[in-house]
């Protein structure tokens, strides 16, 4: 029976790391394949503002939370501000690489041109959709290595790493969302959550879309053979849209709660397999000191 809430003896837990800042990366860094690489520098170029919106809209609604709940907004925000921090760092690698991003900048800013002089609640919606997507997204990252195999160890621990904490705290957007509408009728609440879901995906699957295309022009590969390897890539193998596709349907459903499947296992996956990318760091530091 589906709990429909975030586990009692969840802690959300900033780690404070930094990738990768004393490394080149390679234009093509994962599994020297343009269209792998076009996938995750995309979805990256689009996370310091995405995330920055993510915490204004959740943050909006602290006020009034209980006192569990008002913390785990505490260390979400702390979460996706570090994150930002280090896709930030990311995408300087990306452009060192000599590939133009204003162009991805100027989706993203359009898509958040949209929320301004919108209602707060229509903005925690987006951002309580968007969370989901992520999470089901980090879910299948860590559980699945085909989708980082063959990348090189600092771009691919600093996915996990954010991937680990995605799911950590993928209940906080959708639990707020719970508290902020609890006075609404069942069925309002259903449709506007559907409803935003619906189309924050067409808007985030077509943004995605046209970032992997603007970046694989610039690396000379353009036309439709070009689309249909892309297609392939995302829906066929490794197949991350069709891989998510069961649990993006499963937030429609009565009773969903992200933690109504408990993965948290997964989060000690990953750290064990990004942990080899901080140690030296650490180990530095210390020799340092
Ligand atoms: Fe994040
Ligand atoms: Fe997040």
Do not use: C
Request: no cysteine; proline share 5%.
């Amino acid at each position: 029976m589906a709990k429909a809430t975030s586990p009692a003896d969840l802690a959300i837990t900033p780690r404070d790391y930094r990738f990768g800042r004393d490394q080149k990366m390679g234009r093509w860094w994962l599994n020297n394949d343009p269209y792998a690489t076009a996938f995750y520098n995309a979805l990256s170029v689009t996370f310091p503002k995405g995330e920055g919106f993510f915490i204004d809209s959740v943050r909006s609604f602290r006020d009034g939370t209980p006192p569990k709940l008002a913390g785990e907004i505490q260390a979400f925000i702390k979460q996706e501000v570090i994150h930002t921090r280090e896709h930030v760092a990311f995408n300087r690698h990306v452009t060192d690489q000599g590939y133009d991003v204003t162009l991805l900048e100027r989706h993203v800013d359009k898509a958040l041109s949209m929320t301004k002089g919108r209602p707060a609640i229509a903005n925690l919606a987006a951002t309580m959709a968007l969370e989901h997507f992520t999470a089901i997204i980090a879910q299948q990252l860590i559980a699945n290595p085909k989708h980082l195999a063959g990348g090189e160890q600092q771009p691919a621990a600093m996915w996990r790493w954010h991937a680990s904490e995605e799911i950590e705290h993928k209940g906080v957007a959708y639990d707020t969302w719970l508290h902020a509408t609890r006075d609404w009728p069942r069925f309002t609440r259903w449709r506007i959550k559907a409803l935003v879901m619906i189309l924050t995906t067409i808007k985030f699957f077509n943004g995605r879309r046209k970032g992997m295309l603007e970046l694989l022009r610039q690396d000379g590969l353009t036309g439709p053979l070009v689309w249909a390897r892309m297609a392939w890539f995302v829906f066929g193998n490794p197949g991350m849209g069709r891989k998510i596709a069961g649990a993006w349907v499963s937030f429609f459903l009565p009773g969903f709660h992200p933690w109504n499947h408990d993965d948290r296992k997964l989060i000690a996956l990953a750290e064990s397999e990004y942990e080899a990318a901080i140690l030296p760091r650490t180990t530095k530091a210390l020799v340092a000191a």
